[in-house]
């Protein structure tokens, strides 16, 4: 199985704070230099035709506007929220770019557009419209965090589509769009005397799409074996072939899951997270700035419950974002948290022939106890 990337916890009684005063390190030019040096971005040729001050007021300034916007997106309503956070996120992804490569980014516009019209049902049925492959703001972005595929290639997207791949809104999701399926595949992680397995609850007509349509699957799991609850619910054991990728995801609340891809052309797409949410929000900030006969009564009047699943998204947008561009900058997964330390637990559970050995072990012991024992009292007689 692959490595993951090292996990960090950091104690704070202000989570989100710490995690905006960790970000804010990099608007001081000291700490830009000291993060190219330190990783080697910026070679010692490459210096003298580099103009560290541009780079490093660009990262700067994208960093504090970035903690203004997401600031003021808590005081606002939900009117002009999306467009404040996407204004806020794609300076983060600016600074990210520039900290990242060492140079600064070819961007001249978006990269994307929006073709709204008011006679949907949902704002989800808004269809976007990717362009300008080679200087637009979310191809440069995409490249930048690992994603390559010329997004332009694909034609035909709506909302739905970056909807159903994020994990924190999966339940309102379905609730919400009920003809729709979420891309999002919750594991029920247990440990087994023989190893760890994970259960999906998947109907049986829907296994072999899924399977099919999650990459990577095949190199990481063995068959999926159908198996029963007490409550006669079907659901399917995966379990992980020996030395195979680790191919599982985790939500923000821990909840690790599998991600269905989008298939187009026979081809499978799988788009990460933190793209999900960017698009959603360039979708929705649009709407609410450019077409507010379409925002305005959906803001004041919704009757779908899709204004919770909109909120929901933006929350942990807020809280998100932020933390997955200081991963990227640090190569940590860094977790905020208030419990304070605690030693680490060594209890575990063990299979029925650990159980065996140590019954044996004991068993052994007491004989030899008592065998010295008796040698010890005849000796005394």
């Known amino acids: 199985m692959q490595n993951r990337i090292d996990n960090a916890k950091i104690f704070t009684e202000e989570p989100e704070k710490e995690l905006w005063r960790s970000l804010l ?48 997106s808590k005081t606002v309503s939900l009117q002009v929220e999306p467009l404040l956070l996407y204004y806020g996120t794609t300076n983060l992804l600016y600074a990210l770019y520039i900290l990242t490569t060492g140079k ?15 006679s949907y049902k ?58 729709k399926k979420s891309k999002v595949v919750l594991l029920d992680v247990v ?5 760890v397995v994970e259960k999906i609850f998947v109907d049986e007509g829907d296994i072999q799409n899924v399977i099919k349509n999650i990459e990577g699957f095949s190199s990481a799991y063995l068959k ?27 939500s ?4 690790p899951y599998l991600q269905v891809a989008h298939e187009y052309d026979s081809k499978l797409l799988t788009i990460p997270k933190e793209l999900n949410m960017y698009v959603s929000l360039f979708a929705l900030g649009n709407i609410c700035r450019y077409h507010p006969e379409i925002w305005n009564p ?15 998204l933006l929350y942990y947008s807020r809280r998100m974002l932020p933390n997955i561009v200081l991963n990227r900058l640090l190569n940590k997964n860094i977790t905020f948290v208030s419990d304070k330390y605690m030693p680490e637990s060594r209890i575990h559970l063990v299979g029925e022939h650990e159980v065996k050995e140590i019954v044996r072990a004991e068993v052994q012991g007491q004989i030899r106890r008592e065998q010295a024992t008796n040698l010890m009292n005849g000796s005394r007689r």
Request: aromatic content about 12%.
């Open 298 to 312: 959906f803001v004041t009047q919704d009757s779908t419950g899709e204004k919770l699943l909109i909120e929901k």
């Open 224 to 250: 999926p074996q159908m198996a029963h609850n007490q409550n006669g619910q079907r659901y399917y054991v995966l379990r992980h072939k020996m030395n195979g990728t680790d191919i599982q995801q985790l």
């Open 191 to 195: 440990d087994t005397p023989d190893g």
């Open 104 to 118: 600064m980014p070819n961007i001249n516009n978006h990269g994307m557009h929006i073709l709204a019209n008011g």
């Open 252 to 255: 923000y609340s821990g909840q």
């Open 122 to 179: 949902y704002i989800a049925d808004c269809e976007i419209k990717f362009d300008h492959s080679k200087d637009g703001g979310i191809h440069q972005y995409a490249k930048c965090l690992g994603f390559s595929v010329d997004l332009c290639r694909y034609p035909k997207w709506r909302l739905f589509d970056f909807f159903d791949s994020i994990a924190e809104i999966r339940d309102d999701f379905e609730r919400c769009y009920m003809s």
């Open 25 to 72: 390190q990099y608007s001081y030019k000291a700490n830009i230099q000291r993060y190219y040096e330190e990783r080697h971005i910026i070679g010692e040729a490459e210096k003298d035709n580099t103009d560290i001050d541009l780079l490093s007021n660009s990262v700067a300034g994208a960093l504090l506007q970035a903690d203004e916007y997401y600031k003021a």
